[in-house]
T-cell receptor, first 112, second 112 residues
Framework: DAGVTQSPTHLIKTRGQQVTLRCSPKSGHDTVSWYQQALGQGPQFIFQYYEEEERQRGNFPDRFSGHQFPNYSSELNVNALLLGDSALYLC???????????FGPGTRLTVT | GENVEQHPSTLSVQEGDSAVIKCTYSDSASNYFPWYKQELGKGPQLIIDIRSNVGEKKDQRIAVTLNKTAKHFSLHITETQPEDSAVYFCAASFGRNNDMRFGAGTRLTVKP
């Protein structure tokens, strides 16, 4: 049973550019949450997708947007990149109605 | 909103000793408290969790205790092994499908 997968593993972008990160949830999971983890800190919640809609959102600007596809996979888009957006972006999948969230390996984004 | 504090930030123990990591939370409505282990270059791995209707939960060498009145919960690892070395995060959330608020993490080092 494949766990949560994310792509790409690493990414280097320049300030002002746009980036798209991808996530495939565990088999049987229908909910995807995205987190940002800055170096040396705990993950911070960005938003959660269920039934192809954003169900919850954390304290992140509109530059951060997402999408969920009918197969439950998800994308995170970040526009107008800032140096402060450099971080590990984590995707977590879960089943609707259940507490447990399982994380993927993350995408390391570096903005120069 | 929920605020989770975690202590200590670093912990070094001798192999075979016990390790204890403590977290406090601010929102009395929080009812789910997971613990994650994050190894270098990997995403957080769910190792144990507890819900607010339970005071203690054990899984082999790891256990979690919850004091709802004091709003704190702890992770206990017994008979530590070098492979237990990692960063451990506590988190809290309210209800199913809700975002998790994470502590800042504890870097545990187990010396052989």
């Amino acid at each position: 049973d494949a766990g949560v997968t994310q792509s790409p593993t690493h990414l280097i972008k320049t300030r002002g550019q746009q980036v798209t990160l991808r996530c495939s949830p565990k088999s049987g999971h229908d909910t995807v949450s995205w987190y940002q983890q800055a170096l040396g800190q705990g993950p911070q919640f960005i938003f959660q997708y269920y039934e192809e809609e954003e169900r919850q959102r954390g304290n992140f600007p509109d530059r951060f947007s997402g999408h969920q596809f009918p197969n439950y996979s998800s994308e995170l888009n970040v526009n107008a990149l800032l140096l402060g957006d450099s971080a590990l972006y984590l995707c977590a999948s879960s089943r609707d109605g259940f507490y447990e969230q399982y994380f993927g390996p993350g995408t390391r984004l570096t903005v120069t | 909103g929920e605020n989770v504090e975690q202590h200590p930030s670093t912990l070094s123990v001798q192999e075979g000793d016990s390790a204890v990591i403590k977290c406090t939370y601010s929102d009395s409505a929080s009812n789910y408290f997971p613990w994650y282990k994050q190894e270098l270059g990997k995403g957080p791995q769910l190792i144990i969790d507890i819900r607010s209707n339970v005071g203690e939960k054990k899984d082999q060498r790891i256990a979690v205790t919850l004091n709802k009145t004091a709003k704190h919960f702890s992770l206990h690892i017994t008979e530590t092994q070098p492979e237990d070395s990692a960063v451990y995060f506590c988190a809290a959330s309210f209800g199913r499908n809700n975002d998790m608020r994470f502590g800042a993490g504890t870097r545990l080092t187990v010396k052989p």
